[in-house]
């Protein structure tokens, strides 16, 4: 099965009349609250760092913004950029996930051709405008796409990471100490699948669902194409990998997928399930946000299917 393509995509576009959306919007997390979509989401302008701007809509296709962006850079690990949000509404409170990308590297940090530094971040927000910063999930690696669970597991924090090519689950009791020995890779890249073979990263917050957690993630091959594919993960141990479907759900194909900032990536933060019908935001070429859909019973059944 594929997603199926907005009539009215690209959803979000740059802003050249903005100084800092100029560029590029893309990589958005969206949460569904009080009968509107919220939209988080990455935007680069005339300086290159990417800030957070904030966007509602009632019906999911058009989105007002605010003039100013809601989270910008604040110290040198993170004045290159605040990147690829994901948020999880967990007892009323709004936790957000995002990549923290500095100008300088932590103490023993692997060199980096750029010379900065990733940090997997936590933060939280009661109204989605005004965020609180919690603290990193880990410091000094190599490690982003995490992704907090919407609800405890075993009465614990459980969240996504990457530590590369893998995706990898950690567990915390309050989201500031994430023990090593709560951590584990939990599935990687597909040597010889074509779309998945070369690197996997975790998309957006993951659906409960009967079947199990429905979590739709992002993969490169070893042509940089990025498509987003789904596995199933056990409900109670979601380290376990119920099933995973050999083909993809969506591939670069549009113009404004091929060709951006960056060519030929699908890269998804968001799923919002509203009426039965998940859907997909995604940063398309790292320059503008588009929309796909499908039914969540779809989307289940394929995630049971070979694929
Ligand atoms: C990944 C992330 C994303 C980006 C993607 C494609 O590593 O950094 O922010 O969309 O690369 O360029």
């Known amino acids: 099965m594929e997603l199926i ?3 009215t995509n690209p959803v979000l576009l740059p802003d050249p009349t903005s100084t800092w959306e100029t560029y590029n919007v893309f990589n958005p997390a969206v949460v569904y609250h ?7 989401y990455r935007a680069q302008g005339l300086d290159w760092v990417s800030r957070l701007g904030y966007a509602h809509s009632k019906d999911g296709i058009h989105f007002e913004r605010d003039p100013q962006p809601v989270f910008a ?17 967990i007892n009323g409170v709004f936790y957000m996930t995002y ?10 940090y692997p060199s980096t ?41 075993g009465g614990k924090f459980v969240t996504l990471h990457r530590r590369p090519p893998h995706v990898w689950l950690a567990r915390s009791e309050d989201l500031l100490s994430w023990p090593e020995e709560e951590m584990q890779p939990i599935f990687g890249p597909r040597p010889g699948n074509d779309w998945d073979e070369n690197r996997v990263g ?10 199990g957690w429905l979590l739709i993630y992002h993969a490169y091959d070893y042509d940089h194409i990025y498509r987003l594919g789904v596995c199933l993960l056990d409900l109670d141990d979601p380290s376990v990998v119920i099933n995973r479907p050999r083909s993809f759900i969506i591939e670069p194909r549009e113009i404004w997928e091929l ?13 919002v ?34 694929g």
């Open 113 to 153: 051709h750029l010379g900065g530094s990733v940090t997997p971040m936590f933060a939280k927000s009661t109204n989605l405008r005004d965020w609180e910063r919690i603290g990193p999930l880990v410091v000094g690696e190599d490690n982003k796409d995490h992704v907090l669970f919407p609800e405890k597991i």
């Open 5 to 7: 393509r907005h009539s």
């Open 202 to 211: 975790g998309g957006g917050v993951p659906i409960k669902t009967e079947n």
């Open 34 to 40: 009080q009968g509107e979509f919220h939209m988080l």
């Open 99 to 108: 990549t923290a990308y500095g100008n300088q590297p932590y103490p023993g």
């Open 259 to 271: 060709r951006g900032d960056v060519p030929t990536v699908i890269f998804a933060g968001a799923n």
């Open 73 to 89: 850079p604040h110290s040198q690990y993170d004045a290159r950029g605040i990147e690829d949000p994901r948020i999880a509404e």
């Open 273 to 306: 399930v509203v009426d039965g019908k998940v859907y997909v935001y995604y940063g398309a070429a790292d320059h503008v946000i588009g929309l796909a859909t499908a039914s969540l019973d779809d989307l289940v059944e394929f995630a049971l299917s070979e």
